[in-house]
């Protein structure tokens, strides 16, 4: 199985036929679970967007868009018809408010909701209003879990980054307590290591996503969920980025995109794919058994 993702920064852009985007990127990639962040858009506005190219390439879009900001944030998981067909030779319906497929389900998974009563209003709201639209899962009677994340950037939310990073760590070891194979990819926001930012020494703590506690954060993720960045697992030392500004070259990049998993002995392979270049971030990839 393989499963993509990308942070498109906005489905309209993405689907803009005047330059790189969709049409050249599925030529390139059609992987089995394809994962978006950033669609700045509900369902109607993906369809929208890039419908022929999901039609074309055979693809059912899942959409969770924010609750507090229209067109902003929001997440996509769009899984092959193929997929689906060959997951219906058993059927175990689950309790969904969301989606059920018979013996797999996708749920939009909101940390709003369960953030603890001692959260204050104000912050509540803030993260209503930043902090969903973010989180998109599938799960399967094989015992698969896919979750597809857009992290909550931390410029100027400090303060909420740091609560969406517990809200999130506790997420996820709840997955991982059930002993399922967990996969998380996305756009997680963070430079683990100097090996995943150009140029490291001059600018820690200094951006968003170079913040010491965003990676002390990250590095416990890993550690408490027992967690393996399949990229790193696969590719030591080497520096390849997933992000640069605008008119920036990779070379002079960040890796804010991650796949992680619980299961490494599951996984083949992990990518970060530079042959279609349609946003500012790139293209990632797993492959699983």
């Known amino acids: 199985m393989k499963i993509g993702s990308l942070n498109i920064n906005g489905v309209n852009a993405f689907g803009n036929t005047r330059k790189p985007g969709a049409w050249e990127f599925f030529e390139w990639y059609a992987p089995d679970i394809l994962l978006l962040q ?110 597809g994340v857009y992290t909550l950037n931390s410029g100027g939310k400090d303060e909420l980054r740091k609560l969406w990073d517990k809200m999130f760590l506790q997420f996820i070891q709840k997955l991982i307590s059930s002993d399922k194979n967990v996969y998380i990819l996305g756009d997680l926001n963070v430079c683990h290591t100097s090996l995943d930012m150009w140029d490291w020494n001059n600018q820690l703590n200094c951006y968003p996503g170079l913040m010491q506690y965003e990676i002390d954060g990250f590095t416990k993720l890993l550690a408490d969920c027992n967690l393996v960045d399949t990229f790193r697992h696969f590719n030591p030392e080497l520096r390849r980025y997933s992000w640069s500004a605008p008119k920036v070259p990779l070379s002079k990049g960040w890796r804010l995109d991650y796949a992680l998993t619980n299961k490494i002995e599951n996984v083949v392979d992990s990518t970060i794919q530079h042959e279609v270049r349609c946003s500012d971030h790139t293209y990632i990839e797993l492959t699983i058994k």
């Open 38 to 147: 950033e669609t700045k858009g509900n369902l109607a506005k993906v369809k929208s967007a890039i419908g022929p190219m999901l039609d074309g390439y055979n693809y059912i879009p899942f959409v969770s868009e924010s609750k507090g900001k229209a067109g902003y944030a929001g997440v996509a998981m769009c899984i092959k018809k193929s997929f689906l067909e060959s997951h219906q030779s058993t059927c175990v319906v689950k309790p969904t408010p969301w989606f059920d497929g018979g013996d797999f389900r996708i749920t939009a998974v909101e940390l709003y909701d369960y953030l603890p009563d001692s959260v204050d209003e104000a912050t509540r709201n803030a993260f209503k209003y930043y902090g969903t639209g973010r989180i998109i899962m599938y799960e399967d009677v094989e015992d698969n879990i896919i979750v």
